[in-house]
């Protein structure tokens, strides 16, 4: 038996870009600033954050005008949403607690 935190997704663990991905799987598109906001870092914590996720292609970054100022939005990629939805389930079976096999009464009395 191989214990559940084997499938931790190392890119996804950090306490951060593990809030940065869970808001984005919960929405189609955010853009940076309201994505700042949600999960109460700085700028430039979550530009750095942004960059590990985009690097593993976890995160998809797009640029678009709203009159004269460039908004960056930000999209959960597949594959993103496939590690998200791994490292949760690997989480909830840690959580859930090892199951151990039961003493056998020879083992009991042993």
Do not use: C
């Not at 109460?40 to 954050?49: A, I, W």
């Not at 292609?57 to 791994?86: I, N, W």
């Amino acid at each position: 038996m191989t214990h559940p935190r084997v499938r931790l997704d190392e890119v996804i663990h950090s306490p951060v870009r593990f809030s940065v991905v869970a808001a984005l799987a919960s929405a189609a598109t955010i853009e940076f600033r309201v994505l700042r906001d949600l999960v109460e870092v700085s700028d430039s914590v979550l530009s750095k954050q942004i960059a590990t996720l985009e690097e593993a292609e976890y995160v998809a970054v797009s640029k678009f005008r709203v009159g004269r100022r460039t908004r960056t939005s930000l999209t959960l990629t597949s594959q993103g949403r496939k590690a998200f939805d791994q490292h949760v389930r690997a989480l909830r079976d840690i959580a859930d607690g090892v199951t151990f096999p039961l003493p056998t009464d020879d083992q009991e009395n042993g």
